[in-house]
């Protein structure tokens, strides 16, 4: 069965809030079974409601609305319905007793305009609003179904699980199979590579199905298939995860929705090891991403953003003939990074160091190009490595990609410490 999303109100289109209702209604409707192909966002205005409404009903068996059930005159998605369906609205008197408490607890006087918010459309099933005042409404017509919900989130959640999800169920869903899914996380690897490596298995999908999305340094992979139980779409999803592990080993680090950081502090903090760091270009956003964590107090030593040269030399012992004069080979350089984390590793007597020297941009440095940034791994008892990172992008991207690069680093280390001595909890389940 297919949905429609319809979110009525001029300002989503002026941009003056974010549509987040279209995403948890997404998610929830997937969790039942239900494809939604098409979100659409109108204004108020009746005519251009009508119209997606007609759209909507071409193409989908649900149609959702959010917003414009308030009580002022731009409030028009019941009105729109209503005369989209041919159909008339009355007071629902529940929902009106409702409305008038809300003004007598408070002994305001009610407005003749909140009457509106107690319309529903003549043999719809009135849905009761907890949190506010305006009614939603549930109505089957002409085997579509029609849901029409409150704008605000905090309304419009709690009446969609509450009310919304068991009406599906009893009058439109009686035949689907729920949609389950694992979200694969991969570090180290852009969007385009990972999907050339999973090609084969993504133009052959069929069920489970294979969708990648792309943020800023990591890759996320949704597998997902329906099934009338979890075990059975978990034989699925584990033979397709399976698969895709032996084809990025070094690259897959969970099958559920952590970002890599989170698993890194989870691992360190489990196995009582510990790290700091020394950041020039990157200005102390690794130590915010570790430091954002629940935990990394157990395994975070502490660091040091070692911007200027001065302070590279008085606190982290970089010799000043690798900064200075016509031989140095500067600050942005394999050298620089390989002290940076073996003096911050000493100093904080942890088991890891890590170091970024770099060019963020947007000018060069050291006669050195944008985006040429050395990452430093310390590990105790262990040869340092340094990696070069050529990255493009804003000053924000290159500091981000700078992160999670590093990062990857240190988890593929862990791995490979793990084989010697494992580590509890790895994020694979």
């Known amino acids: ?11 989503l289109l002026l941009g003056q809030i974010v549509n987040s209702n279209g995403q948890f209604l997404s998610v929830e409707l997937a969790a039942l079974g239900v494809d939604v192909y098409f979100q659409t966002v109108v204004g108020d205005n009746s005519a251009r409601i009508q119209q997606a409404i007609g759209i909507a009903k071409s193409r989908a068996d649900i149609i959702l609305f959010t917003g414009g059930i308030g ?18 609205m009355h007071i629902d008197q529940l929902a009106m007793d409702h409305v008038q408490r809300f003004f007598d607890e408070r002994k305001i006087t009610m407005t003749e305009n909140n009457r509106k918010q107690a319309l529903v459309i003549d043999g719809g099933t009135p849905l009761a609003n907890e949190i506010g005042l305006a009614v939603g409404l549930a109505l089957a017509h002409e085997d579509k179904y029609y849901i029409v919900l409150p704008g605000p989130p905090r309304e419009m959640k709690p009446m969609f699980t509450d009310k919304v999800k068991p009406w599906l169920l009893q009058h439109a869903l009686t035949d689907e199979m729920p949609i389950y899914s694992k979200m694969l996380k991969f570090a180290g690897i852009g969007e385009s590579l990972l999907e050339d490596k999973l090609i084969d298995l993504i133009r052959n999908q069929t069920d489970p199905t294979i969708a990648p ?25 584990d033979a397709l ?7 990025l ?5 969970s099958n559920i929705d952590e970002p890599l950081e989170q698993l890194i502090v989870d691992w360190m903090a489990d196995a009582g090891l510990t790290m700091s760091a020394a950041e020039s270009c990157t200005g ?6 570790i430091t954002n964590i629940p935990g990394s107090a157990s395994m975070f030593a502490g660091g040091i953003v070692c911007y200027s040269n001065d302070i590279k030399k008085k606190l982290l012992n970089v010799p000043a003939s690798y900064l200075e004069g016509p031989d140095a080979v500067g600050a942005v350089s394999p050298e620089v990074a390989e ?20 060019v963020a941009g947007p000018g060069y440095s050291e006669r050195k190009p944008v985006g040429l940034v050395y990452v430093g791994l310390a590990e105790r008892g262990r040869k340092t490595e340094v ?30 410490r793990k084989v010697e001595t494992p580590l509890e909890g790895s994020g694979l389940q």
């Open 284 to 289: 102390g956003l690794l130590m915010e991403s």
């Open 71 to 88: 009580p002022t005159e731009d409030d028009l998605t019941k009105d729109a319905l209503a005369a989209s369906l041919g159909r008339s």
């Open 241 to 247: 995860e399976k698969q895709i592990q032996e084809l």
């Open 249 to 253: 080993p070094e690259h897959l680090y």
């Open 1 to 11: 069965m297919k949905a429609e999303i319809i979110a009525v109100g001029t300002e």
């Open 339 to 358: 002290v940076l984390a073996e003096q911050v590793r000493m100093i904080a007597d942890s088991d890891f160091g890590l170091s970024v020297t770099g």
């Open 387 to 416: 990696y070069e990172l050529n990255l493009k992008g804003t000053r924000e991207n290159i500091r981000l990609r700078t992160v999670k690069a590093l990062l990857y680093r240190l988890w593929r280390r862990l791995e490979a």
């Open 213 to 237: 999305y792309a943020k800023e340094g990591e890759v996320t992979v949704r597998i997902s298939t329906k099934a009338p139980s979890e075990h059975d779409a978990m034989v699925k999803l």
